[in-house]
């Protein structure tokens, strides 16, 4: 039997995502801008919601093209509000349009989101060796960084947890337990 991190054994959606997304180093804007859209849906809430919800908040949010996204008006914001589909915080969905925008300022500055935010781990995973899911940290000193660079930069919905969260699922740290089978597959692809 394959042993994978315990947190992700709760049913097919959830083991699909563990074993073939979560951690592996991504360095493509749009999927960059997808996480970051659905780390902030996530704020307060469960992966297992935002993860049931995915494929519906990719139709409601064009397929998290951030250029679509900071164009978004009075009218589309009231569509989404409105869409029983994706989780419907206003707040959160308006912070996902401000951070649309904020996102273009990044990548016209840096040339592309990736390189802004793979920047602050030497454009290289973090990878930890931990033996329990009790080890892993909610956020950290260097996600408390990010996150403050973010907030001074104009975004939204992006406290520590937050960005650590997005951290673990874009593989700027890589937290698969050392007992499950993806924290050495994950290493190779370093």
């Given at each position: 039997?394959?042993?994978?991190c ?21 360095h ?5 801008f ?6 902030g ?17 990719r139709k409601a949010?064009d397929?998290f093209?951030?250029v ?13 509000i ?6 419907r ?5 308006a ?11 990044v990548q016209?500055?840096?040339g ?6 793979w920047?602050f781990v030497?454009?290289?995973p973090i990878?930890?060796?931990f033996?329990?899911?009790?080890q892993l940290p909610?956020k950290?000193p260097l ?14 919905f992006?406290?520590s ?6 951290m ?6 890589n ?7 993806r924290?050495?597959?994950v290493?190779d692809?370093?």
């Amino acid at each position: 039997m394959t042993e994978r991190c315990n947190w992700s054994t709760s049913n097919s959606l959830m083991i699909k995502y563990h074993d073939e997304e979560w951690g592996v180093p991504l360095h493509d804007d749009q999927k960059l801008f997808e996480f970051f859209v659905l780390e902030g849906f996530q704020a307060g809430l469960s992966w297992q919601i935002v993860l049931n919800k995915r494929e519906n908040f990719r139709k409601a949010f064009d397929n998290f093209d951030p250029v679509k996204v900071a164009a978004y008006d009075e009218k589309k914001y009231n569509e989404l509000i409105s869409d029983a589909g994706i989780i419907r915080n206003k707040a959160k969905i308006a912070a996902c349009i401000n951070n649309a925008q904020r996102f273009l300022e990044v990548q016209k500055e840096f040339g592309s989101f990736d390189k802004y935010i793979w920047s602050f781990v030497d454009y290289k995973p973090i990878v930890n060796k931990f033996t329990s899911l009790d080890q892993l940290p909610a956020k950290t000193p260097l996600s408390d960084t990010i996150s403050a660079d973010l907030k001074k930069r104009g975004f939204k919905f992006v406290g520590s947890t937050v960005i650590y969260a997005h951290m673990q699922a874009t593989g700027m740290v890589n937290d698969h337990l050392v007992s499950c089978f993806r924290h050495l597959e994950v290493n190779d692809l370093i």
